[in-house]
Each structure stands twice: as structure tokens, then as C-alpha cells.
């Protein structure tokens, strides 16, 4: 009997509330009192719904940070390569530049010269004390003969000395072995100049201490002996050593032509083996 009785009491408060709370809803409805009471309760409730959700979002964020940060990273390292490639590409067309103006630059000296040259190309070097030699990619088959004179656009640069019939050996002005008459151009003092093994320094020996000679004075070739033609650039005087006992003085100069750097040369053809052509 108690449990009957229980139960309709709570039969009661539940009929009690539900009328409560359609009774709410109809003035809420009508003339909406209870919107301030829902405003509230939706700022109470706001961060427990962000709490909530924070770890779907969370891990929305991780995701496309680590996609971007991934995206970045491929994007740099190919942003990388192509700055590599760009730069050797860069340094090719410098290197093409510099080539075209020596190209240039060699051209416009074979157009001054009065003799005919061959163009050729530095094919090995051979340079020690000992021995300073040249192989270029013009032999006999172009024309190239043992005796011939070889140039760069600055000056003398050596003679053939041996042909095949694809390329040549030439010695250099700088070899021990080599001489080759000179005058200086201010004075008109003939001389020889010696190698001495250095692309750097020629050596003029024996000449008489009275000799009108001055450091920066400058030397070409005298014409003397038939090998080179005359008049081309060979050096300049840097330094001059007198021998007050014996009375004579000896000059170093420098070579005008560029020795070890010219990847370019010209072959002269003596005017006399034109003619016979």
C-alpha cells in the first residue's frame, strides 16, 4: 500500500513539473521572458563546449601543420636545387662571356697584324722549370710549320717547334732553352731575351752598363735571326741588376703576353710564306 502510494505521489510532481514546464514554454513562446535565462546559459556552457570539441580540432590543426610543414620543407628543397642549377647555368654564361671577349679581343689584334694568322686553341700545357711548352689543335694540314710564331692579343707568346698534322708544340718565350731577339722601343737597344723557366720574367744578359735601358720600358721583337716577325709586344722591363765590376748591367721584364692564362692564340704566317702561296 505504501509503494502505491509512493508511486502516485510521484506520479503527482511529474505531472506537477511537466505542467510547469509547458506553462514556461507558452509564455516563453508568447512573450519571450526566458531569453535572457538562455543567453546566460549558453555563455556558461560555451567553454565547456569548446573543451569539448578541442580534441578533434586539436588534431585538425596538427594534421595540417604537419602537411603544410612537410609541403614547406619539399618546396625549399626544390626551391634549393633550382638555385643550384641557376647558379652553375650563371657561371657557364660568365664563363661563355669572358671566352667571347678574349675571342673578340684576339680577333680584333689578327686584324691589326699585316701577316696572315691561323686561329688556334690551347689543346695541353707542359709547364715547369724545366721545360714550358703549349700543344694547340692546328697542325700541317692547316698550314702550321716548325718556325712559325705563336701570339695571344697582348704579345709574343713562343715558336712552333714541332707539327702533327691536328696540332702543333710550341715553346714558350719563358722556357730556359728559348731566346729571342728583342729591341727596346725607346732607345732602340737590340738584345736577346732568355727564359728562365717562370712565366713571370724573361732575362736580357750582358748588356753594357752604358746601355739607355729604364725600368717600364718596353720590348718587341727585333726581326733579327728570320723567326719573328718584327715589332710584335714581348715585354716590359721590371727590374735591372748592374755589375759595376765587370761593367755590364742585366734587365728582367716581364712578358706582355699571357702565359699561363691565354687559352687562345694566333699562328703567324710569315709574309714571305704567304707570297710563295
Partial sequence: MQII?????????ALFFVAISVAMMVVDHRFNHLEVVRTNI???????????????????????WFTSHTDLLEENERLRAEGRILNARLQKLEILAEENARLRSLLGSARKIADDVIVAELLSVDQNPYRQLIEINRGSSDGVEIGFAVIDDFGIMGQVIHV???????ILISDPEHAIPVQFVR?????????RGSTTQ???RYLPATADIMVDDELVTSGLGGRFPPDYPVARVTAINED????????????????????EVLVIKPRLQSRQQ
Fill in 187 to 195: 732607345s732602340g737597344t737590340r738584345s736577346v731575351a732568355f727564359g
Fill in 202 to 204: 724573361l732575362e736580357l
Fill in 164 to 170: 702533327n698534322p691536328q696540332s702543333a708544340t710550341t
Fill in 5 to 13: 502510494l509512493q508511486a502516485r505521489g510521484a506520479s503527482l510532481q
Fill in 244 to 263: 759595376r765590376v765587370r761593367g755590364f748591367v742585366t734587365v728582367f721584364a716581364e712578358p706582355k703576353a699571357r702565359l699561363d692564362s691565354s687559352r
Fill in 42 to 64: 549558453s555563455l556558461a556552457l560555451t567553454p565547456l563546449r569548446y573543451l569539448v570539441s578541442l580534441p578533434a580540432t586539436g588534431g585538425n590543426w596538427l594534421s595540417d
